[in-house]
């Protein structure tokens, strides 16, 4: 991740934090606005990830993706107003083969979710996909807009999110690389990432054992919260813990803080 592209720089002991560009050309988000990134020891852990406080939001069956932007930064913290207003096309060659591909989406994804040999089938065919078949942003027109500020306090990441209207149901995603985070502590239990999870907690923690790095999250009441890990190089490569925001639901904060070190039981 190179900070001269970055906006803001913000110290949490081993890792620095900073307002993510946009997504890189070559992942499934190109173009698309981010969140907060994390570098550890100079080295980039946000991966393809949405970041920490990325948004998209579900509205009539379709998922819109945030393409613009605007930024206050400051020496304590930084907010993002993101403008909710692209959907997400597929394309074969100049062929627009949207429908066709989320019906075949739609029909295989729970082999994937299943996992064992369905999700090794599906994870050929996304190798397949990739080589053909291209993602592109298509700006629709504001459907919601979003603001998330993001202080700092030692090492504890705190986060308040609100939107304009409650349309929809607001994903917030805490993404980072998942080839390098691919583990969920929940209580005394470690559990490997699947690709889309329900999670049972309020306090999950997202591990890393390769770097030895922990982050626990403190989530409100009244947000469904799932988990979830991709990685299919180049395009795919997240790990994380998103938050749902039931339609109508304007606000809520939450509190991310990293350790170091093998992970311990946590209180579920």
Known sequence: MDAEICKGIWSLGPITAC?????????????IARGLGLCYRGMDITGEGMG???????????TFFPMEHIDVVSESG???????NALA????????????????RDSLSPLYMRGRKG????????RLRSLLISTRYRVYGRIEVCTIDYSFNGDVVELKVSRETGR????????????????????????????????PSRRPVLVSKTLGI???????????????????????????????????????????????????????
């Open 19 to 31: 307002l993510l560009p946009r997504g890189p050309r070559s992942t499934e988000i190109s173009g």
């Open 52 to 62: 920490i406080g990325g948004v998209v939001l579900r509205s009539g069956g379709v």
């Open 78 to 84: 930084a907010s993002r107003t993101f403008e909710l």
């Open 89 to 104: 096309r597929k394309y074969l060659g100049a062929l627009d083969v949207t429908p066709l591909h989320r019906r075949i």
């Open 119 to 126: 999700e090794r089938f599906f994870r050929a065919l996304m």
């Open 168 to 199: 929809g149901k607001l994903i917030v995603a805490n993404e980072l690389a998942g080839t390098l985070f691919d583990t969920l502590m929940v209580g005394d239990r470690c559990l490997k990432l699947r690709p889309w999870t329900r999670c």
């Open 214 to 268: 922990n982050l626990h999250f403190d989530l409100p009441d009244g947000v469904e919260v799932f988990a979830g890990r991709e990685v299919l190089p180049p395009r795919l490569n997240w790990a994380g813990i998103d938050l749902l925001m039931d339609e109508g639901l304007l606000d809520v904060s939450y509190r991310v803080r990293i350790s170091y070190g093998p992970s311990r039981r946590i209180p579920a």
